[in-house]
């Protein structure tokens, strides 16, 4: 019986009179990929972040780790790792520099160059954030949430416009850090991503879910409702062919 780390319960959201989160419910496994799919303003950050400690709830009841977020925020925030905007960093240091603040804001002792050796970005050690290319920036933000040695990572639209190349490496660190049992939430438009990299995904619109499952269900019970593809499909898509053409290696260098 796998247990949850997360239990989200009637969570309601309203700023002013207009409700983003209309009294969602759902339970993250320990050591799953969770996606919260959705369109734009679906609710899915607002979620997040409630979660995250990051933004008050209207109602609801949120368990963290067997942590309530009403009483002790303080014990989830330890355990969780957040995604900060790439913007928010510090100007004028480099990436060694800043995860060594990090690790002084944490209490925590890293080494620096391991870390950015486990996200391939070990030669730009002396670097601004300002000089990264955008798939290097989110793998270092993605770094920055491991400082903490976090039992649970958040990721919201970790991939939005990086090009096919830096969407599959930042694919394959995600699921690095999975199989070193960390559980990782991740927020997505993109459903190719979605089917590729999560366990169980809950699909979000308008502040509801509307369905919650693995890929494979829910794609089998649209196919059981009688669901066919206007068209046969194709055994490749032009994403296969752009990347069988310029190839799967990183190009920011
Ligand atoms: P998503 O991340 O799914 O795109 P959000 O959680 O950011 O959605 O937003 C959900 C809805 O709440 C949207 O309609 C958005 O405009 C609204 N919203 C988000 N943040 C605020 C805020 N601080 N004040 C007012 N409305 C907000
Ligand atoms: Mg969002």
């Given amino acids: ?22 009294g969602i419910s759902f339970d993250v496994q320990e050591g799953e990929i ?4 959705g369109p734009n ?6 979620t997040l972040e ?11 009841e949120v368990m963290v780790d067997g942590f309530n977020l009403d009483k002790n925020p303080n014990e989830i925030k330890r355990i969780i790792g957040v995604q900060l905007q790439t913007s928010g960093y510090y100007p004028g240091l480099n990436l060694v520099q800043l995860i060594e ?6 209490n925590q002792q890293v080494d620096a160059m391991e870390l950015l050796d486990s996200v391939n ?14 798939g290097q920036r989110q793998r270092f933000s993605v770094a920055t949430t491991l400082i903490n040695k976090p039992r649970i990572i958040f990721l919201d639209e970790p991939t939005t416009g990086l090009d096919p190349q830096a969407r599959r490496s930042l694919w394959e660190l995600i699921r690095n850090i999975r ?20 366990d169980r995904v809950a699909i979000i619109d ?48």
């Fill in 34 to 37: 969770f996606g919260l799919l």
């Fill in 50 to 60: 409630i979660i995250e400690t990051l933004r008050q709830k209207t109602s609801g």
């Fill in 206 to 253: 308008s502040g509801k879910i509307i369905a919650l499952d693995t890929p494979d269900k829910l794609i089998d019970n649209l196919v059981a409702s009688g669901f066919e593809r206007p068209k046969e499909m194709k055994l490749a898509n032009l994403e296969d062919v752009f990347i069988h053409l310029t190839g799967h290696s990183l190009r920011e260098a």
């Fill in 1 to 22: 019986m796998p247990s949850s780390i997360i239990t989200v319960k009637n969570l309601v959201k309203k700023y002013g009179s207009f409700e983003a989160v209309k």
């Fill in 41 to 46: 303003g679906a609710g899915k950050s607002t």
């Fill in 101 to 106: 603040l990090f690790c002084g804001l944490y």
């Fill in 179 to 198: 199989e070193k049992g960390t559980t990782v939430i991740i927020t997505t438009h993109y459903m190719d991503e979605a089917e590729y990299l999560c």
């Fill in 121 to 134: 970005l070990r030669e730009k050690a002396k670097a601004q954030v300002k000089e990264l290319s955008g």
